[in-house]
């Protein structure tokens, strides 16, 4: 009898952990009033809450019961002016803490479109019906001028993101030839600079396509990147120099993050600042996108910064997207993350225009949108590039190149890899070959067959990885991209005074080389990167690495890192 007593605690014990285990914050954002200046009103859907009200932490602080409306899964969270406050939020209830969320108390906010308030255009593409957003010139109180806009078509102004000047409105328009005709009015009026569309339903992510095989060796797809030197290197040279490393916050636009997949499923509560912490909602595919992109960057088992050890200075990584409302919502979250202190913004995202066309001249096929749209995104990106350049020059935005077998710096046809401004770092895929060569050598890996190309592109990195038994292995520049994230961060935690400029320059003059041609062809040439130049070589003109494309080197991009810092002492 009293083995049973045991054991019905014990089994009992096990559920209560399995019940505390299962709590989850799948979405957060703002509801409400977007536009007011005083407090601020959040929608919360958690999953695994008790029969009771959970304890809603923001910070270091417990919110007020006061301040929280619960009903069934959902919270509504009001915070007034003197509690907000951008900060990490989690829940605790029945003994378990939920994954922790990023909560900002930046203004830039948008809202998604519902499904049925979407349509097919004549492309075929699903596009918003009756939300837009205006991009007011700069000369004009924003927020005023979109209410005068849109008290004179009858609309309403339901988002922001202030510091671009650019206001959402909701129109009084039932189909796409009503929207069409009204947004040809806003944008002639004198104060408006764009109208931006968007085309979108939630999107998949930009993952190249499925032709290789499933038994992708990951380590031996990031040795060709020495990814495991880096992590040696870090561990050992920062501890032998003591140098004071510097915290690094990092945002990622994706999202969500699986935290039952292996890697993140001790990611729970506040951060301690002692290892890498990561914010992000919950998803429930362990093969989701953000997953993966996040998983290069922070994930326990594997993830780069992690894996620098308790040499690591503490790095925060935030997943966030703002909400489902497309390229405007990128740009939304970015401009709050950059406000709330993020270095290194990670892009694994971007859209080719309706009549691009790849390297053998096929119209490229992948997250395509139409002429209309691409005319909106391109000023809205314009407008936050230089908003990065005038208010926030030390952040670097690193960018997938692509995965239409085209090319990336076609600026009619790519965005937003073909901007050329210093902020913004682009990456190109490549793939372990055949040939049993040393890692040094330019022939250990390949140019994946569908990475864009071309002069903008700064470096490639490893594209393929192979996250999950059972799973096939996923390749594209999406994942290229968080290793040169991931490295970039640890760059600026050796030496936070690198530019934007200089980590360019670093990166490029510590990479390993790809391919065989040795030459300086025309922009349209094959080059998966720009060709290395005599500059990046200490000026030697015979170098055998003049022409070849720049492949990621983790480890020794880190080493100029640490030179860097001593020479300047």
Same mark, same amino acid.
């Given at each position: 009898? &009293?083995?049973?007593?045991?054991?019905?605690?014990?089994?009992?014990?096990?559920?209560a952990q399995a019940a505390a285990d299962s709590l989850r914050i799948k979405q957060l954002q703002?509801?409400?009033?977007?536009?007011? %200046?005083?407090?601020?009103?959040?929608?919360?859907?958690?999953?695994?809450?008790?029969?009771?009200?959970?304890?809603?932490?923001?910070?270091?602080? &417990?919110?007020?019961?006061?301040? @929280?409306?619960?009903?069934?899964?959902?919270?509504?969270?009001?915070?007034?002016?003197?509690?907000?406050?951008?900060?990490?939020?989690?829940?605790?209830?029945?003994?378990?803490?939920?994954?922790?969320?990023?909560?900002?108390?930046?203004?830039?906010?948008?809202?998604?479109?519902?499904?049925?308030?979407?349509?097919?255009?004549?492309?075929?593409?699903?596009?918003?019906?009756?939300?837009?957003?205006?991009?007011?010139?700069?000369?004009?109180?924003?927020?005023?001028?979109?209410?005068r806009i849109a008290d004179k078509f009858g609309a309403r102004v339901v988002g922001a993101i202030?510091?671009?000047?650019?206001?959402?409105?909701?129109?009084?328009?039932?189909?796409?030839?009503?929207?069409?005709?009204?947004?040809?009015?806003?944008?002639?009026?004198?104060?408006?600079?764009?109208?931006?569309? %968007?085309?979108?339903?939630?999107?998949?992510?930009?993952?190249?396509?499925?032709?290789?095989?499933?038994?992708?060796?990951?380590?031996?797809?990031?040795?060709?990147?020495?990814?495991?030197?880096?992590?040696?290197?870090?561990?050992?040279?920062?501890?032998?120099?003591?140098?004071?490393?510097?915290?690094?916050?990092?945002?990622?636009?994706?999202?969500?993050?699986?935290?039952?997949?292996?890697?993140?499923?001790?990611?729970?509560?506040?951060?301690?600042?002692?290892?890498?912490?990561?914010?992000?909602?919950?998803?429930?595919?362990?093969?989701?996108?953000?997953?993966?992109?996040?998983?290069?960057?922070?994930?326990?088992?594997?993830?780069?910064?992690?894996?620098?050890? &308790?040499?690591?200075?503490?790095?925060?990584?935030?997943?966030?997207?703002?909400?489902?409302?497309?390229?405007?919502?990128?740009?939304?979250?970015?401009?709050?993350?950059?406000?709330?202190?993020?270095?290194?913004?990670?892009?694994?995202?971007?859209?080719?225009?309706?009549?691009?066309?790849?390297? &053998?001249?096929?119209?490229?096929?992948?997250?395509?949108?139409?002429?209309?749209?691409?005319?909106?995104?391109?000023?809205?990106?314009?407008?936050?590039?230089?908003?990065?350049?005038?208010?926030?020059?030390?952040?670097?935005?690193?960018?997938?190149?692509?995965?239409?077998?085209?090319?990336?710096?076609?600026?009619?046809?790519?965005?937003?890899?073909?901007?050329?401004?210093?902020?913004?770092?682009?990456?190109?895929?490549?793939?372990?070959?055949?040939?049993?060569?040393?890692?040094?050598?330019?022939?250990?890996?390949?140019?994946?067959?569908?990475?864009?190309?071309?002069?903008?592109?700064?470096?490639?990195?490893?594209?393929? @990885?192979?996250?999950?038994?059972?799973?096939?292995?996923?390749?594209?520049?999406?994942?290229?991209?968080?290793?040169?994230?991931?490295?970039?961060?640890?760059?600026?935690? @050796?030496?936070?005074?690198?530019?934007?400029?200089?980590?360019?320059?670093?990166?490029?003059?510590?990479?390993?080389?790809?391919?065989?041609?040795?030459?300086?062809?025309?922009?349209?040439?094959?080059?998966?990167?720009?060709? @290395?130049?005599?500059?990046?070589?200490?000026?030697?003109?015979?170098?055998?690495?003049?022409?070849?494309?720049?492949?990621?080197?983790?480890?020794?991009?880190?080493?100029?890192?640490?030179?860097?810092?001593?020479?300047?002492?």
């Amino acid at each position: 009898m &009293k083995r049973c007593l045991i054991l019905s605690l014990w089994l009992c014990s096990l559920g209560a952990q399995a019940a505390a285990d299962s709590l989850r914050i799948k979405q957060l954002q703002r509801c409400g009033e977007l536009l007011g %200046e005083g407090g601020q009103q959040w929608c919360l859907r958690a999953e695994g809450l008790g029969g009771g009200l959970p304890t809603v932490w923001l910070g270091g602080a &417990k919110l007020p019961p006061a301040s @929280i409306e619960w009903q069934d899964d959902r919270l509504t969270l009001k915070l007034t002016h003197q509690a907000r406050g951008s900060a990490p939020l989690w829940l605790e209830d029945g003994g378990g803490s939920s994954n922790p969320v990023w909560l900002t108390s930046q203004r830039s906010h948008v809202v998604a479109a519902a499904s049925d308030e979407v349509a097919k255009n004549m492309d075929g593409l699903t596009t918003y019906v009756d939300l837009v957003s205006l991009l007011i010139e700069e000369k004009h109180d924003g927020l005023r001028e979109a209410r005068r806009i849109a008290d004179k078509f009858g609309a309403r102004v339901v988002g922001a993101i202030p510091p671009l000047n650019v206001y959402q409105l909701r129109l009084p328009v039932n189909d796409l030839e009503q929207r069409d005709a009204m947004i040809l009015r806003m944008g002639s009026e004198v104060s408006v600079d764009a109208v931006i569309i %968007e085309e979108s339903a939630p999107e998949r992510g930009e993952e190249g396509s499925g032709r290789d095989p499933g038994d992708i060796d990951q380590g031996e797809e990031w040795a060709a990147n020495r990814f495991m030197d880096a992590l040696y290197y870090y561990q050992r040279r920062i501890a032998a120099s003591r140098i004071p490393v510097q915290p690094v916050r990092v945002g990622v636009i994706e999202r969500e993050v699986d935290f039952d997949a292996p890697g993140f499923s001790d990611y729970r509560g506040g951060c301690n600042h002692a290892q890498t912490c990561l914010y992000a909602r919950d998803g429930n595919r362990p093969s989701s996108h953000g997953t993966h992109v996040a998983g290069i960057i922070a994930a326990q088992d594997q993830g780069f910064l992690p894996g620098l050890g &308790k040499q690591s200075p503490g790095f925060e990584v935030i997943v966030e997207r703002n909400s489902d409302a497309g390229i405007t919502a990128n740009i939304a979250a970015s401009v709050n993350l950059v406000e709330d202190g993020v270095r290194v913004l990670n892009w694994s995202w971007g859209i080719h225009r309706i009549g691009a066309r790849d390297v &053998k001249g096929e119209r490229v096929d992948s997250l395509v949108r139409s002429g209309l749209a691409m005319s909106g995104y391109e000023e809205l990106l314009e407008e936050f590039f230089l908003w990065l350049r005038a208010e926030h020059p030390d952040v670097v935005v690193v960018n997938s190149a692509g995965n239409g077998a085209s090319w990336s710096g076609a600026d009619e046809y790519r965005l937003p890899s073909s901007f050329i401004t210093e902020q913004l770092l682009v990456v190109g895929g490549h793939q372990r070959s055949d040939n049993t060569v040393a890692v040094e050598d330019p022939q250990h890996v390949r140019k994946r067959h569908s990475s864009n190309i071309d002069m903008r592109v700064d470096v490639s990195a490893a594209a393929c @990885i192979h996250p999950v038994a059972g799973a096939l292995a996923h390749c594209g520049t999406s994942y290229a991209t968080p290793l040169v994230t991931a490295t970039v961060a640890a760059m600026l935690s @050796i030496n936070p005074a690198l530019t934007p400029q200089q980590l360019r320059m670093l990166l490029r003059r510590s990479a390993l080389t790809l391919g065989t041609e040795q030459d300086f062809e025309a922009m349209d040439a094959e080059d998966l990167t720009a060709p @290395i130049l005599p500059s990046e070589r200490g000026g030697q003109l015979n170098h055998p690495d003049l022409g070849r494309s720049a492949r990621l080197d983790m480890q020794r991009a880190l080493d100029l890192a640490v030179q860097s810092r001593e020479r300047v002492r």
